[in-house]
């Protein structure tokens, strides 16, 4: 089991950046996938990044491509995703989440933070 703590969300305006991190108790290369996931009250959890121990096969929701990067830094067991072009559909609780697999599926993740909040402001 591994626990991953979120942070650097906000408020920000529509079209700020933010930089979301994700700290992991373990060495991030001993977790195979890392993701980001999002929520919004009264919505289905769902896919936003993801990237493998490498850094490799990234893969984004058509609805940020282009504007979130994810990247990760074994070194400070830390995974990160960097928002950009942030618009008011943003809005919604981030989350961090481990796996064993190459998904975009929340099912497949079995370590999961506690979530951050980001709110953009139109």
């Known amino acids: 089991q591994v626990q991953l703590v979120e942070s650097g969300g906000g408020l920000v305006q529509a079209g700020g950046s933010l930089r979301l991190s994700c700290a992991a108790s373990?060495?991030?290369?001993?977790?195979?996938?890392m993701a980001w996931f999002r929520q919004v009250p009264g919505k289905e959890r769902e896919f936003v990044a993801r990237?493998?121990?490498?850094?490799?096969?990234?893969a984004y929701a058509d609805s940020v491509k282009g504007r979130f990067t994810i990247s990760r830094d074994n070194a400070r067991n830390t995974v990160y995703l960097q928002m950009n072009s942030l618009k008011p559909e943003d809005t919604a609780v981030y989350f961090c989440?481990?796996?064993?697999?190459?998904?975009?599926?929340?099912?497949?993740?079995?370590?999961w933070g506690q979530g951050t909040q980001v709110t953009v402001s139109s």
């Open positions: 373990r060495p991030t290369f001993t977790i195979s996938t």
């Open positions: 989440a481990g796996g064993r697999v190459v998904s975009t599926r929340q099912n497949d993740y079995k370590n």
């Open positions: 990237l493998t121990e490498n850094g490799g096969m990234i």
